[in-house]
């Protein structure tokens, strides 16, 4: 049963049409990867789906609620079933990493400080952080500081975890730190993940169904075979790392030539 | 003609948006006041408003305290130049303590809370913005004006008139002993002639335009930030624009306030 539905969505900034009628659905219990180049609409998708933006017309339906048209007191309800990891982590710098995941416990639930003390030690020590809990986010490597959002997204339970770029701008291996911390996240806590990233290995390592997006148009959604096999040229072209637009070396040497030639003739 | 006619209209609707802008974020955060009061608010947010109120008001009181006092010593010595020749020297102690009272006690505290406090709410809410804290806050189901701009708000509303009465306290003060140096009179007797000069309306005029300064420079500075699109630059941008907005604005609100003032008293 899909879990995130969205129904012919359009996105336009100033007239430019971002996203194009776009139909999704993101099954309850998965792990659905947001494929696509650099300006292909993925994080467009997710603000959309965070309800960060209002579209020009369509609908996000979150667990049966349409995000569009609700309230923002059911907005609020809904947000608190869904955990955010961004791609810059966006951890509070004057707030500590315990003081970072503890946040939305202290303020949205009636619980002892003891035990959101102990839930806070929990949710850093599923991500490997239960040493550094003290520790100011500017203290913390580019991947300690992924993992602290990931803990943070994860302090109320929620059903849904996004995470946005997860293994962007690290190194390969605590990229695959990542990737297994999000597929022990799944079968351990049977969460519900929707993952943007344009890395190949990642998106093929967690994913049980991959969405690919193209100027602002799925082109394929389906299981990591179905996506392999796929031979849309776009997705071909995608998976096959082929350049859009190839240097065309022998034109530009041409060029220099000519310029280095004008500059010589100069008086 | 055309093209200056298209951007005197664009400027003008420009700056009507920014006044639109400031008007709904003036009301949005007076709604989401009362979450930062204390006993009936969150206590969070109370304690957020108190830590801002220690950064606005004391860590800025002996700049404005000094400010005060060489403004009170010009001042004295000024005045004292030209009225020694028509042998009125003791309307010095007037001039000095119904000026600070009613206009440089505000307008030196605004001036330096707006240079101090304005830039620092535009760079801090500017960088979360550039750091996606800001959308972190809504995706935690945090509401932004109650949790960033109502502290700062409440805040800026009773430091302000603090630091008001603070540099008021001490301009007279150096007038007192300009006197004192200049003219032999003790200070005790200084203070009772400037308490004689100083009339109830006279506080209640300068506490109206402190509360009105608080609410300009609160409100430019948060809303430059909240306005920040963009990486770093924007944010250094944004800061200057606060700066310069909120000191120009201040200025014009105290022509208007003094007219107001002027025009009330004459009645």
Not at chain 1, 87 to 101: I, R
Not at chain 2, 225 to 244: H, I, K, Q
């Amino acid at each position: 049963m899909a879990i995130i539905s969205v129904r012919d969505l359009v996105v336009e900034y100033d007239g430019r049409r971002v996203l194009d009628g776009l139909n999704l659905d993101i099954e309850a219990g998965q792990i659905t990867v947001l494929l696509g180049g650099s300006g292909s609409g993925k994080s467009t998708l997710l603000r959309q789906i965070l309800g960060l933006e209002h579209p020009k017309s369509g609908s996000i339906s979150i667990k049966g609620t349409d995000i569009t048209t609700c309230s923002q007191a059911d907005l609020k309800t809904i947000r608190r079933s869904v955990g955010v990891a961004f791609q810059s982590a966006a951890l509070f710098n004057s707030l500590s990493l315990e003081d970072n995941v503890a946040l939305t416990l202290r303020e949205h639930t009636a619980l002892a400080p003891s035990v959101i003390d102990l839930i806070v030690w929990l949710k850093l020590a599923v991500v490997g952080l239960a040493d550094f809990g003290t520790l100011h986010p500017q203290e913390l490597s580019g991947g300690m500081k992924k993992r602290a959002a990931v803990a943070r997204a994860l302090a109320l339970d929620p059903e849904i975890l996004v995470l946005d770029e997860p293994s962007a701008g690290l190194d390969p291996i605590v990229a695959a730190e990542l990737d297994q911390l999000i597929l022990f996240l799944k079968k351990t806590f049977q969460i519900t993940a929707l993952v943007v990233t344009h890395e190949l290995e990642s998106a093929f390592c967690i994913a049980d169904r991959i969405a690919m997006l193209f100027d602002g148009r799925l082109l394929a959604v389906g299981t990591k075979d179905e996506i392999r096999a796929n031979q849309h040229p776009r997705v071909r072209q995608f998976l096959d790392r082929v350049p859009a637009n190839p240097v065309h070396t022998p034109a530009l040497a041409a060029y220099l030539e000519r310029y280095v030639q004008s500059q010589e003739a100069k008086p | 003609m055309t093209n200056l006619f298209e951007i005197a209209g664009k400027e003008t609707l420009s700056q009507l948006d920014y006044v639109g802008s400031l008007n709904i974020q003036l009301w949005a955060t007076l709604r989401g006041m009362r979450a930062a009061l204390p006993l009936v608010g969150n206590r969070h947010r109370w304690r957020a408003a108190v830590h801002q109120m220690l950064e606005i008001g004391v860590d800025a009181l002996p700049m404005i305290a000094l400010m005060a006092t060489c403004s009170g010593f010009i001042l004295a010595m000024q005045g004292a130049s030209e009225l020694r020749r028509f042998g009125a020297l003791h309307f010095v102690i007037d001039l000095v303590a119904v000026g600070f009272t009613r206009e440089l006690g505000p307008l030196l505290t605004a001036i330096a809370v707006s240079g101090r406090s304005g830039s620092s709410f535009a760079a801090e809410i500017g960088t979360m913005k550039v750091t996606e804290e800001i959308d972190a806050l809504k995706v935690m189901a945090f509401e932004p004006v109650e949790f960033v701009l109502a502290p700062k708000y409440l805040a800026a509303l009773v430091a302000v008139p603090c630091l008001s009465i603070v540099a008021a306290f001490f301009g007279i003060l150096a007038g007192g002993l300009f006197m004192f140096f200049s003219t032999h009179l003790g200070l005790l007797l200084y203070l009772r002639y400037v308490l004689t000069s100083i009339e109830l309306r006279d506080v209640v005029a300068a506490m109206i335009k402190s509360l009105a300064f608080a609410t300009i420079i609160a409100h430019v500075g948060c809303l430059e930030g909240l306005r920040v699109r963009g990486g770093p630059e924007a944010v250094g941008r944004s800061t200057t624009s606060a700066v310069v907005r909120s000191t120009f604005m201040v200025i014009v609100a105290d022509a208007i306030f003094t007219t107001i003032f002027y025009f009330a008293g004459k009645t």
